[in-house]
């Protein structure tokens, strides 16, 4: 399946109906997620885990102790499915979810999903999505945890205090263009460098000798 990089977005669940399937440590981890955001979150799944178990026990999360019905969909605007290994249940899935026009999610099946999960980093007020279009997932988390060691404390208090001139300015300034000439100047010298540290086996590799091909003579 070729890479496919989407249409970057971030979608308001807030107050809206979401549904999760499964009950295990991924369903848990988006259940989660999802409440963070705000949404009203409906699991759907025999079993839970601890942290579910407790989320449902809360009043946080409505658990349907059963397996998936067509019927699940008809309030929902997105579906995670976070089931592992069965790729007949994702394609059922999807082509339920698309004639129903809901969002769907599956772990695993990228064909089977409309939209994609990419790996968040977290700091403050500031996230930072990372992709790979579904080439190499497992990079986007390597990348989500440097990025989350690098952008420390201070960034969190850099950041609520451009929060808090930027609220400043629109109480005291009217002009809009002297607001964003105070924003950018406050922001200016502001940099975020880096330097990609890459693994032993590609440097190896990359210094491989390429292997010149000499050109047919038809002899």
């Not at 069965?86 to 809901?102: C, G, H, I, P, Y």
């Not at 996230?127 to 080439?135: D, N, P, W």
């Not at 690098?150 to 009217?174: C, H, S, T, Y």
Request: glycine share 6%; with cysteine.
């Amino acid at each position: 399946m070729a890479a496919n990089p989407g249409f970057p977005l971030v979608l308001d669940v807030r107050g809206w109906p979401v549904l999760v399937i499964g009950g295990d440590e991924e369903a848990s981890e988006k259940s989660q997620r999802l409440l963070e955001s705000g949404a009203r979150v409906t699991v759907i799944s025999p079993t839970l885990n601890e942290p579910l178990r407790l989320l449902t026990a809360s009043g946080k999360i409505i658990h349907r102790g059963r397996h998936f019905r067509e019927t699940d969909l008809e309030p929902a605007i997105l579906v995670l499915n976070t089931i592992r290994g069965d790729r007949d249940f994702a394609q059922m899935l999807s082509a339920k979810a698309r004639e129903k026009r809901v969002l769907l999610w599956s772990v695993d099946y990228p064909e089977a999903c409309s939209v994609t999960m990419p790996a968040v980093a977290a700091v403050g007020h500031v996230r930072v999505a990372i992709s790979t279009s579904g080439v190499v997932p497992a990079l986007s988390g390597f990348m989500k945890e440097d990025l989350e060691r690098i952008l420390d404390a201070e960034f969190i208090d850099f950041v609520e205090w451009l929060g808090q001139l930027r609220e400043q300015a629109k109480m005291n300034e009217p002009d809009a263009e002297k607001r964003r000439v105070l924003l950018r100047d406050a922001l200016d010298g502001f940099r975020f460098l880096g330097k990609v540290q890459y693994p032993k086996v590609w440097l190896e590799r990359r210094a491989e000798p390429v292997a010149i091909k000499q050109p047919d003579t038809g002899e």
